[in-house]
């Protein structure tokens, strides 16, 4: 019988790309969504159960009737600025729900948990490229929220025997799709789908803040293929299965694009000029964002390897101009593992 994992907002962008990676590992797939960004779950290769992952009696439900072997965890609200503005629904979903997702783990003896994190934990850089040990200062509720949860999972850990591995994403971008898999977010924050909307329908861009301290202005982020972050929970998992300690990793390239640079790479990907509006800079945005990603490397044996921002640009350019929803004959040009 095949090892099954329970993925929380496997549904949405990052968590469907891993629950795909988790299928052609060979685990079965349990996800649990509430589908709150609009998006539709059509793809085969996964169960998804339509509910709230804190619903008690929906996570009785799965942990009695599923051997569950780990915990994915992506379910969270994520739009910085909306955090700002509501901080208490943040607290409340972020944080408070999934008190009550380990509180249910533990009752079902289910030790292993994989943690969708932030760099938003970081706040504004003291140095750079950042490090795991780097203080955490979060300046919006959205990374306070990931840093404490962090917090939890680290005292979960003492008291429980917990296993995590918490994941610090930087910048996720990209898509599989071939596979029907991209961005699917109502509204839509993320950069690079942003620009290609607005090249498609011929509308502009709002570019927040053209005063940085960087070398054209604009701010600087460190771009992830989803797919190597995907395969980055994989081997989280693998981690822990094997014994080793709980611990917490940054993932990114260790190379930062200015979104100006980004922007000019976007037209020549899509051969048109994009109409951009120049705005001031967003509350809680810090200048650089660029990750030191050894750790990842040495102990998890993680390699990014999607992440060209070239190939990052043109697989969420597919969808925006032709998304196609087959039967993956171009699979193993993605081939997870």
């Known amino acids: 019988m095949k090892p099954t994992i329970l993925i929380t907002g496997g549904a949405g962008y990052i968590g469907s790309h891993t629950a795909y990676c988790m299928v052609q590992q060979g685990y079965n797939v349990i996800i649990l969504d509430t589908l709150v960004h609009g998006q539709q779950w059509l793809h085969p290769w996964a169960c998804c159960i339509v509910a709230d992952f804190a619903d008690a009696q929906v996570l009785d439900t799965i942990f009695q009737e599923h051997n569950v072997q780990a915990v994915m965890h992506f379910a969270a609200y994520a739009q910085v600025g909306q955090s700002v503005k509501e901080p208490l629904m943040y607290y409340d979903n972020n944080v408070s ?63 429980y025997d917990l296993q995590y591995v918490s994941l610090r994403y930087f910048n996720a971008a990209g898509g599989l799709p071939e596979l029907g898999l991209s961005e699917q977010h109502e509204p839509e924050t993320h950069l690079i789908p942003l620009l290609f909307q607005a090249a498609t329908t011929n509308t502009p861009f709002t570019l927040f803040g053209v005063d940085h301290d960087t070398f054209d202005g604009s701010c600087i982020r460190d771009f992830l293929h989803v797919v190597d972050i995907a395969q980055a929970h994989s081997l989280a998992l693998t981690h822990l299965n094997n014994g080793l300690p709980s611990d917490i990793f940054n993932l990114g390239t260790g190379t930062g694009f200015s979104v100006k640079q980004v922007i000019a790479a976007a037209e020549q990907i899509c051969k048109t000029t994009i109409q951009v509006i120049y705005s001031a800079k967003r509350a809680g945005d810090p200048t650089v964002l660029v990750a030191n990603a050894s750790r990842a490397h040495d102990m998890l044996g993680w390699n990014p390897t999607c992440s060209s921002l070239e190939f990052i640009l043109q697989s969420a350019y597919f969808p925006v101009v032709q998304p196609i929803y087959g039967s993956g004959e171009h699979l193993s040009a993605y081939r997870i593992g």
């Open 97 to 159: 729900k999934t008190v009550t997702l380990l509180q249910k783990m533990r009752e079902h003896g289910v030790k292993k948990i994989i943690f969708s994190s932030s760099c938003a934990v970081y706040g504004i850089p003291q140095t750079l490229p950042l490090t795991e040990d780097h203080p955490c200062n979060p300046i919006n509720p959205y990374g306070a929220t990931k840093h404490m949860i962090e917090r939890v999972l680290e005292d979960c850990s003492s008291a």
